[in-house]
């Protein structure tokens, strides 16, 4: 039953009200924040920043975390191993609201049900640093308050491994050369790299969990943009020469067994958290070059990356082993800065080609490709004051099975069968101090999963997607 006018009216006003009454909670929360970080400042810098001596503004770029500076990069390619040994742990909390443009489908239900609600979002703890002088590591693992609804209706929280990396260094220095040579173990495709163009650390740094679009603000990801997050080990070498050219071979496995640490949260027969098993090893493969004169830098590179998944029985949560779905990526990105007091400038662009065959015949009715893109630029002013303004896309062949629309998933499913989509992101945030970032940003979409309106069949328009996103983010 569709709701008429009056009662939309009504709804919207009362909807209004609601997020203004709401809104100075969380502004609460933040002030709160901000109190516990002035009153702790001295023992509130992250690991690194204990480790090293140096403020956050030496390793992130304009001091946003988590966007490296050379320096930082640097650290991240010796293996976390610069500076002394002091406490691994430190930790950071989200707290945050999303307004959805239109949280109603057509039968008149709820989408999203964090819509213009302030929550404590979640909150990660680190254990990372030297361990010697060549080996060192960084390893989160993340608590999500608001994870999915029981069957009572009541929300359940979710602890799970995030991002991990364990690095064994050595760098060889001679008057004419600089050579950096590492073995890494991580737990996501991307993780291990140091520019902020590849997706493991790619903007946005922070979206908001209450949004009635995709994960991320896309319906679909490629494996190079996220999917296989925290659901892989892998193992693998890389070479840094010169400050210019960067070398790096991984393969990678399923998390499970000896691995199982770097999947916590995930397990074989729970449907909710099934672990992701893929056929054999998955190459992956980086190559950068790289340049620094006085206060700029840039980054061209390359990445590529096979791998073959089992399905999930949906029934049981256990993999189907036999047929699997083939991924085949590769991507182009680059990266640049402009660092010097008081001005910040960075700016990233990435895209990737995804070709997939399914054999299994139960994603894809045919074989398919997609393409993403993004691209970002950020300016900061004195480490404080910032902007950010980013583009993403994804395009694809249509797909009957894939992204089939059938008039009851009333925001996800595509009566055009596409995955095409567009979304523009502006951002305003705010660094009261090194370690809080409070920030406001806006997502719009002007394409969502094939159309500008009506994409799903039942009236919905791809700007019904749109939210403002408020958040409060501090690390200590």
């Known amino acids: 039953m569709r709701i008429n006018t009056n009662d939309s009216q009504i709804r919207s006003h009362t909807d209004l009200e609601k997020f203004r009454f709401l809104k100075y909670h969380l502004i609460a929360s933040i002030l709160t924040l901000i109190f516990l970080g002035v009153a702790n400042q001295a023992k509130a810098v992250p690991t690194f920043a204990r480790q090293t001596g140096q403020s956050c503004v ?15 990069r640097i650290f991240k390619l010796t293996g976390y191993t610069i500076g002394s040994q002091g406490n691994p742990f430190s930790a950071m909390l989200i707290a945050d609201v999303t307004q959805n443009k239109n949280n109603i489908d057509s039968t008149g239900s709820t989408i999203s049900q964090l819509n213009n609600v302030p929550i404590i979002d979640y909150g990660s703890v680190f254990v990372a640093g030297k361990i010697t002088d060549n080996i060192g590591g960084f390893s989160q693992f993340t608590y999500n308050v608001y994870d999915s609804i029981d069957s009572n209706k009541n929300w359940r929280g979710h602890l799970s491994s995030d991002n991990t990396d364990v690095r064994y260094t050595n760098r060889f220095l001679t008057s004419a050369n600089d050579l950096i040579l590492g073995v ?125 998944i089992y399905p999930t029985d949906p029934n049981t949560g256990f993999p189907i082993l036999g047929a699997t779905t083939h991924y085949q990526d590769k ?112 997502n719009l979409y002007t394409e969502y999963l094939g159309a500008t309106t009506n994409y799903d069949g039942n009236g919905r328009n791809a700007t019904d997607n749109n939210s403002a996103y408020l958040y409060a983010w501090m690390a200590f």
């Open 184 to 308: 890494t173990v991580h737990n996501s495709p991307g993780v291990q790299d140091v520019w902020n163009s590849s997706s493991a650390w790619g903007y946005p740094y922070v979206a908001p969990s209450g949004s009635t679009a995709g994960f991320n603000g896309l319906p679909v990801s490629t494996v190079l943009d996220g999917s296989l997050g925290a659901k892989f080990a892998g193992i693998g070498g890389y070479a840094y020469w010169n400050k210019s050219i960067y070398v790096e071979l991984t393969g990678y496995e399923t998390a499970s067994g000896f691995w199982r640490v770097f999947n916590l949260g995930n397990k074989a027969g729970n449907l909710n958290y099934p672990i992701t098993y893929s056929d054999g090893i998955s190459p992956y493969l980086r190559v950068a070059y790289t340049h620094d004169w006085n206060e700029q830098n840039v980054m061209v590179g390359l990445i590529a990356m096979n791998t073959n």
């Open 58 to 72: 030496a390793c992130h770029a304009g001091g946003q975390f988590p966007e490296l500076t050379p320096y930082g």
């Open 331 to 442: 991507g182009i990105d680059a990266q640049y800065q402009y660092l010097l007091d008081p001005h910040t400038v960075s700016a990233h662009f990435r895209y990737v080609r995804e070709n997939i065959n399914d054999d299994t015949g139960g994603i894809y009715a045919t074989s398919a490709h997609t393409s993403s893109t993004f691209t970002k630029i950020t300016y900061t002013y004195r480490n404080q004051y910032g902007v950010d303004l980013a583009y993403k896309s994804i395009t694809g062949s249509p797909d009957s099975q894939a992204y089939i629309g059938n008039g009851t998933n009333t925001y996800t499913g595509s009566a055009n069968n596409s995955p095409n989509t567009r979304l523009w992101t502006p951002e305003v945030f705010w660094l009261p101090m090194q370690n809080l970032r409070i920030g406001l940003q806006y």
